[in-house]
């Protein structure tokens, strides 16, 4: 894996041992529907009239009616923030049909810009204005927008704004409190001292007064109370009218004003069809939906859902929804035979519009017949089979991981998946991993996997999870890497101090049973007196011809060559992590050098740049990092693959992007060409947090292997339900999104076409910590993935624990 931003704009990762990853994604509902020739009257208001001394003038009364290592392990992260000023709008009273309007800035005080796409706003009494989306606030800028409060009835309103950006800790939400307060008392001027009501009457339709009885004598100071009410004998448009009180007072008759808009009570469905497209057999759609009351409080009593390949989750009924509130739901399309099926979602309710329904429809496709293991992507959301246990804490795991050396096969998509480590069981005493995405961790036969462990040391694994040199028998090195020999499968390389060193097992055959070989080092050259260290830099694998390597010494970077033992040039490159350091370094399959340079900027020596053997700059690729990993397309031509396009640092352009481009970046995976620096579009994944590995090239078919991840902090839909209480979002599966969770193969031509495969879930609950990111690694020959996964495990006594699990992919 190598540091990176991810979700929006620019988040940067700078320690490619431990890190955290910050990520996001919301959506956005709203209502609508067609109103219906019924209506429910308001709710009552009651005022007060009084009898005085002196003459005034009479005052209108306005009813309106509405309803987380070892030192060198431990990470640190730039992110964007934004914050909100003031923190919560509180607009006091506020009288009914009137308004107030208040000031909220926005403040990016980050060196980033973020990205502002949705502003979404709950409370039907509120409503923003100022801002018009999507925004784009600069780094070290703010700018502001305006919440206005519209109460049309009495009582406590509490809302809410959200805005969703690239920033970490997305949404920020403003907190919203206001009262809508009755309208001024009429009131009557008592002159002589006592006055005597004689006749009250109203004017205007659906008005009319109730409490009172005439003749009615006040004497003075004294009051008595009255009823108005609205009953509107017809939906929309506004009624006017007056109660008129006929009295001996001096400014009889004494008027009150009326006012008032029938309005239609109604439970809306958003949207009213849903429809899934092509699900293959087998496997399983998820679409998501709201209902919301609109004009007053709706008690849905029952659901029915017609056609049982069709079942709708996350609502209990009876269920009551006031005025403006919603309640989402999702329907899962499971479909058992080909065909077309069609079915509804009826609502039953007080409302007047009773049913509400939902029309559903999805074809039943039969697969198509191929080598990959998985099932080409039908664009739906899957959510895995056996996440949770529903309500409450998982008492246990409900999908426990197969024993070390065992396999399960994926319910969703069908790719077996072998465990190889079993940190717990095999007593290691320490988290298991793998090399990151961009070092192969499989060896040049596909028979032997390198196990790196949370203390710094390795171990080397057979793909059935067999120890073959154990920890003891492991050279010591001073790298995160030992990568293999693309020729020789039991031959790897390792640095010590200030030696590169070639590795071979010993004892083969027969020690691998006894899981007793061990490991014949020979030092390929003392770079003493030159450097008082040398080291392999952590995500660099060797290099597609086998025979180089970039070193780092100390300060510099060169290029070596294993046959020759040659030196190249070097060049500074700081220490690493340091304010203007490298970061991460990888080899291309020009032998050029990819540099991630640990400050963000326009360079040289910032963001992501390329260098040549002799180290002479080549290209200054962007300005802020991201996940990286290189190799040839099916044309030869030298290509990097990157989790999305950061910014247009370095000249590239939206042509090719992925669809979600804003001009500037995108949410999608793409190949950028190293000659022509233009870029392709592999895979829109809608900004979604994302590893990428591509390690096979032209020899394997050209697959690209991508992990999904979600980077926010708990509680997400990837975290623990096995703790207590369970840190999983009880809303999980409605904030499901496409691949979440999942390992894909694209293919290096795909073009955001249907060369897709979803191969199985990593059930690893990644927002939990960074080493629970699958981080996931793709053979040379594209036969094999490696990924980790905590598999929903949060009592396992280590430090970010997680296990190594394989899948043969064809």
């Not at 709710?43 to 009813?63: C, L, M, R």
Request: glycine fraction near 10%; hydrophobic fraction near 35%.
């Amino acid at each position: 894996m190598s540091g990176g931003s991810m979700l929006g704009d620019t988040y940067v990762v700078r320690n490619s041992i431990f890190s955290v990853v910050i990520v996001i994604s919301l959506y956005a509902v709203c209502a609508s529907g067609e109103l219906l020739p019924s209506y429910h009257a308001s709710p009552q208001t009651t005022n007060t009239i009084g009898a005085y001394a002196a003459d005034t003038s009479s005052v209108d009364f306005v009813i309106t009616s509405i309803a987380n290592a070892p030192l060198a392990m431990r990470p640190w992260s730039r992110t964007r923030r934004l914050s909100l000023s003031p923190t919560s709008l509180a607009f006091g009273s506020v009288a009914v049909n009137t308004t107030s309007a208040k000031s909220v800035s926005i403040i990016n005080s980050s060196r980033t810009s973020v990205t502002i796409s949705q502003a979404n706003v709950a409370g039907a009494a509120y409503s923003v204005t100022g801002l018009t989306l999507p925004f784009i606030l600069a780094a070290k800028s703010s700018t502001s927008f305006t919440v206005i409060f519209a109460p049309l009835m009495t009582g406590s309103f509490s809302g809410n704004v959200s805005l969703v950006s690239t920033a970490l800790g997305s949404p920020n939400n403003l907190p919203l409190t206001g009262t809508g307060a009755a309208a001024p008392l009429a009131q009557l001027t008592a002159n002589p001292a006592n006055i005597t009501i004689s006749q009250i009457s109203t004017s205007g339709a659906g008005f009319s007064v109730t409490g009172i009885s005439v003749p009615l004598t006040l004497s003075p100071g004294q009051s008595a109370s009255y009823t108005a009410k609205f009953a509107p004998v017809s939906p929309g448009g506004s009624a006017s009218g007056q109660i008129s009180f006929i009295s001996n007072a001096s400014n009889s008759p004494t008027l009150v004003s009326l006012m008032g808009t029938g309005v239609m009570v109604q439970l809306n469905a958003n949207p009213a069809s849903l429809v899934f497209g092509n699900v293959l057999l087998g496997l399983t759609g998820t679409l998501s939906g709201t209902i919301t009351a609109t004009g007053g409080t709706v008690n849905v009593s029952s659901v029915t859902v017609t056609n049982s390949v069709f079942t709708l989750h996350g609502l209990t009924f009876p269920l009551t929804l006031t005025a403006g509130q919603s309640a989402p739901f999702t329907v899962i399309f499971a479909p058992i035979i080909a065909g077309s099926p069609t079915g509804q979602i009826s609502f039953a309710s007080d409302a007047s519009n009773t049913p509400t329904t939902v029309s559903l429809s999805g074809t039943g496709a039969t697969p198509t017949p191929g080598t990959i293991c998985g099932k080409q992507d039908d664009g739906l959301i899957h959510s895995p089979p056996s996440y949770s246990c529903g309500l409450g804490s998982c008492g246990a795991n409900p999908f426990p991981p197969p024993a070390k050396g065992a396999s399960y096969a994926d319910p969703q998509y069908g790719c077996t998946v072998e465990r190889l480590t079993d940190a717990v069981g095999d007593h290691l005493g320490v988290a298991a991993h793998h090399n990151y995405g961009t070092v192969n961790p499989i060896n040049a036969n596909d028979s032997y996997v390198m196990i790196n462990l949370e203390d710094g040391s390795k171990e080397i694994v057979d793909t059935s999870g067999g120890v073959v040199v154990p920890v003891a028998n492991m050279p010591q090195d001073n790298a995160q890497q030992a990568p293999w020999d693309i020729s020789v499968p039991t031959r790897f390389y390792y640095t010590n101090g200030a030696t590169i060193q070639r590795a071979d097992i010993t004892g083969l055959p027969g020690c691998a049973s006894t899981h007793s070989c061990t490991v014949a080092s020979t030092v390929l050259h003392n770079f003493g007196g030159t450097y008082a260290n040398v080291q392999i830099p952590d995500q660099e694998d060797i290099s597609d011809d086998g025979d180089h390597l970039w070193l780092v010494g100390d300060t510099k970077a060169f290029l070596y060559t294993i046959s020759t033992n040659t030196v190249g040039p070097a060049m500074t490159v700081g220490t690493k992590d340091s304010g203007n350091g490298w970061h991460k370094i990888q080899i291309m399959p020009s032998n050029r050098m990819l540099m991630t340079w640990s400050p963000n900027g326009a360079g040289p020596g910032a963001g992501q740049e390329v260098y040549n053997a002799d180290t002479t700059l080549n290209w200054h690729m962007l300005d802020n990092t991201i996940h990286t990993d290189c190799g040839k397309d099916l044309n030869n031509n030298e290509v990097c693959v990157v989790a999305r396009i950061p910014d247009t640092g370095g000249g590239i352009t939206g042509a090719g992007a992925c669809p979600t481009w804003t001009g500037t970046q995108d949410g999608g995976i793409d190949s950028i060409n190293m000659a022509t620096h233009k870029a392709q579009c592999l895979v829109d994944v809608n900004w979604a947090d994302t590893e990428v590995s591509f390690r096979d090239g032209n020899a394997g078919a050209g697959w690209v292997f991508i992990t999904f991840f979600n980077s926010g902090g708990c509680p997400t839909y990837s975290c623990f339900d096995t703790t207590s209480s369970s840190r999983l979002d009880p809303s999980w599966a409605q904030h499901w999104i496409h691949f979440a969770e999942e390992g894909i193969l694209v293919r290096i031509d795909n073009n955001n076409g249907a060369n897709k495969y979803r191969l199985f879930h990593t059930r690893s609950r990644s927002s939990e910590y960074y080493w629970a990111i699958p981080r996931g690694s793709i053979s040379r020959d594209g036969k094999y993935v490696i990924f980790d996964s905590n598999f929903d495990i949060s009592n396992s006594g280590l430090s970010n624990y997680t296990d190594v699990y394989l899948t043969k992919t064809q």
